[in-house]
C-alpha cells in the first residue's frame, strides 16, 4: 500500500486489512471488490485522503482462521470454513457479504511460505426457526431441504418483523398483502406478475440484470436453472415522483408515458424532447 502513510490515526501500524465484499448469487467462485486498507482509531476525525474510501466493517462474531504459508494456498482456508467447519455446526448461520482478511508483522510477503494470513469469517448467532409444516421438499437445485407448503391457502396471517429465509414461492399468489416496513434481501424476481401494488416510500437498491446475453439454462442456485434476460416492464403504473440515483438506464424504452416535470440531471425531458423535434424539423 503505497499511500499508506498519508492515512492518519492509524489503530495499528502493521496491520492492514483485505476486504472482500459479495453480491448475490453467493456461492463457489462468485465475483467480488477487493478493498484494501487499514484500520482507524474509532474515535478519529482525521479527513480522508483523496481517492481513498471509508468502509466500516458490522461488529459481528467471527470465525478466525490462521494460515501459514503462500498466498496460491489462501483458497484452502475459504475450503475449510465453508466445506468444513460451517456445516459441521448447527448454532451459527455465515454472513454471506463480505469476509476479510489480516496482515500484520507476521507477513512476510505473497510468496514466502512463512508468511502468516488471518481470515476472519463473520458469523451470526442462528436464531430457532419456527416450523409452519412437517412435510418437506428437497430443492433439487441446491439440495436444501425446505417445508413443504405447495398448494397451500394461507389466509390471514401476520409476518410482522418476521424473517422469511430460504423460501421457494414459484408460482405463488400472494393477494391483500401488507409489507409495510418490510425489507427483501437476496430475492430472485423472474416471471413474476405484480399488479394492483402501492409502494410509496419504496426503495430499490443494487437490482441487477443477468450477465448472460440471451436467456439460456446454467444451473444458476435458486433460479431453477433458467436465467432470464427479458426486458423488465412497468405497463399501466403510476410512477410520478419517482427517484432514480446512479441506475443503469442503458437501452432503456420509454413510451406513450406523461412527462411532465420529469428530469434528467436538472434538465426537463420535455425541453429535450422538444429541442430533439426542432433539430429533426430542419
Not at 244 to 270: A, K
Request: with cysteine; hydrophobic share 35%; net charge negative.
Amino acid at each position: 500500500m503505497p499511500r499508506i502513510r498519508e492515512i492518519a490515526d492509524i489503530k495499528q501500524p502493521f496491520a492492514t486489512i483485505g476486504l472482500y465484499q459479495y453480491e448475490p448469487p453467493f456461492g463457489p467462485h462468485q465475483n467480488f471488490r477487493y478493498i484494501a486498507g487499514v484500520e482507524i482509531e474509532s474515535g478519529s476525525k482525521a479527513s480522508l485522503p483523496e481517492g481513498m474510501t471509508e468502509v466500516s466493517i458490522p461488529e459481528d462474531d467471527y470465525v478466525v482462521i490462521t494460515y501459514r504459508g503462500k498466498a496460491s494456498g489462501l483458497g484452502q482456508v475459504w475450503d475449510y470454513f465453508h466445506g468444513y467447519w460451517f456445516p459441521q455446526q448447527t448454532e451459527y448461520d455465515a454472513v454471506d457479504d463480505f469476509e476479510f482478511e489480516r496482515h500484520d508483522e507476521r507477513f512476510l510477503g505473497t510468496d514466502n511460505e512463512h508468511s502468516v494470513f488471518e481470515m476472519h469469517f463473520p458469523i451470526r448467532k442462528r436464531t430457532v426457526d419456527r416450523r409452519l409444516t412437517d412435510q418437506i421438499v428437497v430443492d433439487e437445485k441446491g439440495g436444501y431441504v425446505l417445508q413443504d407448503l405447495r398448494g397451500e391457502n394461507i389466509r390471514m396471517v401476520s409476518f410482522q418483523d418476521a424473517r422469511l429465509h430460504g423460501i421457494d414461492m414459484r408460482k405463488s399468489l400472494l393477494r391483500h398483502v401488507n409489507f409495510v416496513g418490510a425489507k427483501w434481501e437476496h430475492i430472485y424476481f423472474s416471471n413474476v406478475l405484480i399488479d394492483e401494488i402501492q409502494m410509496g416510500g419504496t426503495v430499490f437498491e443494487h437490482i441487477r440484470r443477468p450477465d448472460a446475453s440471451e436467456s439460456q439454462l446454467n444451473r444458476e442456485p435458486g433460479t431453477d436453472g433458467w436465467v432470464n434476460v427479458e426486458p423488465v416492464t412497468f405497463r399501466n403504473s403510476d410512477l410520478s415522483t419517482a427517484i432514480f440515483e446512479n441506475c443503469d438506464l442503458n437501452n432503456v424504452s420509454i413510451q406513450n408515458c406523461r412527462l411532465d416535470g420529469m428530469m434528467i440531471d436538472g434538465i426537463p425531458v420535455t425541453t429535450l424532447l422538444e429541442q430533439y423535434s426542432k433539430t429533426n424539423a430542419k
